[in-house]
């Protein structure tokens, strides 16, 4: 009888280590898990954010179909970089460039197709370190006559103001980035420029990195022909938050239609990204 109580104790005790055992392992892996998922969050924010105190650098392949007067296939690449400057306890000063190199299709008769450097533009938001409900920014945005070509830049000195607005409740980021720019010097044969870009984004962040999202870019130039004034895409794509070793990246795809153009874009426009953030 001794000898079956003392089976019985074994038995009851083993099933206790058992059942603490597991308990212990679940716990583990819903604790990693809630981990894993509040890292991806919190780095897929900070690579959302246009204001985002992180550095970064970003390669964004814009190809643009049925652009120009032979219906070809337009490429503009861009090199971003976001760069925060700590102006105190309390403000930051973000600076935005962007470097765009372009292959454009024939828009003007007998000049051909032409590849080279776009008009480089920078922009700076003065925006507060903590914030209770939104982020904010706002500051100037200045656009250089640096193109190569006459067909792939304006020969106008640009520059305005800009506002950025972020959200990110949860798992979810939205938000845009307004500008207007005037025309303020430059080559005097060229037209004057009044132009309008607004970039609203919507983003929903998976656990696991992935995430859906859309950030059009509308625009419309006020001096233009009305036919000719604004480019308005509808779309939107995937994109996945990784790392390799130690480097946080992010790769993204986006697919438009323009339900609204320019003879220069065309009708529609597939978006590749690829960005690198890096520590603080």
Known sequence: MGNKDSGIQYGLRACVFLLTASVGWVAMIVTCFAAEETIFRELAQKMQNPVTDRLSFSFVGDLNFRA???????????????????????????????????????????????????????????????????VFGVGPIVVFPSATEKTLGLGKWRMGPALAVVSMPGPWVFGTVVSNLWSVGGNSNRADVNSLTVQPFVYYNFPSGWYLYSAPTITAAWTAHHSDRWIVPLGGGFGKIFKIGEQKMNAAVQAFHNIEQTTVIGDWTLRLQFQFLFPD
């Open 68 to 134: 120009g007067l032979n219906k070809e296939t337009q490429g503009i690449f861009k090199i971003r970089s976001i760069k925060s400057f700590n102006l105190g306890d309390n403000w930051n000063l973000v600076a935005r460039p962007v470097i765009p190199v372009i292959h454009q299709p024939e828009i003007v008769p007998g000049r051909g197709d032409q590849f080279g450097l776009g008009d480089i533009s920078l922009a700076l938001f003065l925006t507060p370190r903590s914030s209770r409900f939104a």
